[in-house]
């Protein structure tokens, strides 16, 4: 083998190491846990934040890793997830079983050392959830899997409040409500249209088990306990106008394309354009109402 090729497969092999940490998820993850931050009372020193944000990072990627490591099969029956390393034949099961691993030590250990331990136990506990909780016991045994295993994708911006503060107060436990309850309609949008990839893969979605019908409704009302806990930090005092006001607008329209997708009647995926919508303004909407908060804090400090 010549050097040239050894080089070009040494790049192949980090760029999908690099997959397995979902960065798409990923960008989500920094976002919240960011603004966690700068939410929180109190300051940390640029440096200190900087590792914090690192080691979130470090651990959200090390919980993807394992997530594909154990999912390998079902990922290579569905479409959108066949190109992955895994499925595609680009990497072993041991290497990524090893990296998830090293990556979770390493980033529980650097929250720990640089940070605080309360932050870093958080952060385990959050890999934990995510990789056996979610991944190994919920996502193939109910369709309640997205339902708690949403938990996982909320403890970023908790951890990121614990890593100022050492500790959690009901706002933080608002904001990880905040993204537990937005994550059903998220996905379940996602799974409408996705419907016969979780089918094929014996996922049981709850479009597959419950039928569109009554994952339609669901979604409608996992949007309006959505609503009502994201505007709830304004009438509780600790958030101010710019926050309020944006929890409301967004709100509004996020529950206005949950009703339009109740309404959907469709069943095939090409017609799907409600759920489409619904599924890209959620990404839009937490990104937006995270950035208000930090807006609101930065205004009222």
């Not at 934040?49 to 890793?65: E, N, R």
């Not at 479409?79 to 090293?102: C, N, V, W, Y």
């Not at 933080?172 to 537990?180: D, R, S, T």
């Amino acid at each position: 083998m010549t050097t040239a090729s050894t080089s070009l497969y040494g790049l192949a092999s980090a760029r999908d190491l690099f997959a397995l940490t979902k960065p798409r998820v990923m960008t989500l993850v920094i976002f919240t846990a960011l603004c966690g931050m700068l939410a929180a009372p109190g300051s940390i020193h640029p440096v200190i934040g900087f590792t914090a944000i690192l080691a979130i990072s470090l651990g959200a990627g090390a919980s993807a890793a394992l997530n594909q490591w154990y999912e390998a099969d079902i990922d290579a029956i569905m479409k959108r997830t066949s190109q992955r390393p895994l499925p595609a034949g680009r990497m072993d099961a041991e290497t990524a079983l090893h990296f998830g691993i090293g990556l979770s030590v390493f980033s529980v250990v650097l929250m720990g050392v640089a940070v605080n331990w309360f932050s870093a136990v958080f952060l385990a506990f959050s890999i934990f959830f995510y990789a056996v909780v979610y991944t190994i016991w919920l996502k193939r045994s109910t369709p309640q899997n997205i339902v708690i295993g949403g938990a996982a994708g909320a403890f970023p911006p908790a951890i990121g409040w614990a890593a100022v503060t050492g500790d959690v107060t009901l706002m933080p436990v608002l904001l990880f409500a905040i993204i537990f309850f937005w994550t059903p309609p998220h996905f379940w949008a996602l799974a409408l249209f996705m419907n016969s990839d979780y089918s094929k893969a014996g996922i049981p979605m709850m479009p597959v088990v419950a039928g569109r019908e009554s994952t339609r409704k669901q979604i409608f009302g996992y949007s309006l306990i959505l609503a009502a806990i994201a505007i709830a930090p304004y009438p509780l005092g600790f958030t101010g106008a710019i926050y309020g006001t944006s929890a409301i607008l967004l709100s509004v329209v996020f529950s206005a394309l949950s009703l339009q997708v109740m309404m959907s009647q469709t069943s095939e995926p090409k017609d799907m354009a409600a759920e489409k919508r619904l599924f890209k303004f959620s990404i839009l909407y937490l990104f937006a109402l995270f950035a208000a908060l930090v807006a609101d804090r930065l205004v009222l400090a």
